[in-house]
């Protein structure tokens, strides 16, 4: 019998038993894998990923540490990300660490599947830490002052759920993926198998999933976003397939952030590359032609802040060279320039609005 005051070691193994193909949870599937399927296809459209993926990863790291109360804004964020990190204040970098983590867990998916050992490592990554699963008691969830939850205890107990975790999502059935996400999604969070970043690390698993299960190509989902809308329901959703085995009602609302989510960044993806082509087109035809190129104005969108640096990596122009493009792009009003330390950072100001929207 589920107590919230005792360790839930009875956490019930993957998959569920009761019925998680229901009727209204399939129709939403449908529409939630349909509308992935067209941003995966835009995504792919654009001649500069990266560009997106900046965009995208960052603002997702920012929101997703901002529902565990690690706040920073918005241009911190970027001025961090484009400069020196060090500098920086606790916050801004422990958001940076999520970004960084996604990133790791990315590359890492080339070579290997999703395990036990990739949520140790995201959750070191994003805590600065060396620390594993967690290995005393003591840990539980509070409301108002009020325990709502104890998670597992026992390190033995915590991996033999994670390894049941593991064989769920790697499983050959016939499962929708989408209702895999949100099933996988409940057990991580159930389980908590950190001290720390439960909470983060299980939101970089779902981008990594639905990278691993080839449903996107990069991890540009924007769920957060949808998280941090419906946070209450999120909570209430997760306590009541605990409390009262209420799959559907939780399955339903992770499918329904799935589509909303990808409509956002889809409209987002439209809104960057239609500006980027505007702004090719105006640079174009006000900058001199020794200082236009395509591939300048490109790597403006990879991010909202530039500098000389970012030029010279790229071949674009050697140091000296390098300063007075930007300079001239800041003539015309693409650029913004701004003293950060000892060095210019030049902000792509349409860019960084549409980031804000």
Known sequence: MYNPNKPYNELPLLPPSEEVETKRILKQAIASNKILAELKGRADEIPNQSMLVNAITLQEAKDSSEIENIVTTQDTLYKAFSSNVSKTDAQTKEVLRYRQALWDGFN??????????????????????GSGIRNSSGTVITSNNKTIYTPPEGENTIRDLLKNLEAFIHADDDLDCLIKLAI?????????????????????????????KGLLDTPILYLSKYIIENKNDYYKNLRNVTENAMWES????????????????LNKINVINTLMHTTIGFAKENLPPRVYSKELIELLFEQPYCKVKYLVDKGIAKRQTAAEYLNELEKIGVLKSQKVGVENLYLNLKLFEVLKD
């Open 184 to 212: 996988m999604h409940y057990q991580f969070e159930a389980i908590h198998p950190f001290f720390d970043g439960n909470g983060r690390t299980g939101r970089v698993l779902n981008m990594l999933y639905i990278v691993e």
């Open 250 to 265: 939780w399955i339903l609302f992770m499918l329904k952030g799935i589509e909303e989510t990808a409509y956002y960044t």
């Open 108 to 129: 890492e998916l080339k070579n290997r599947p999703l395990s036990t050992n990739s949520f140790i490592k995201i959750a070191q990554t994003i805590k600065e830490n």
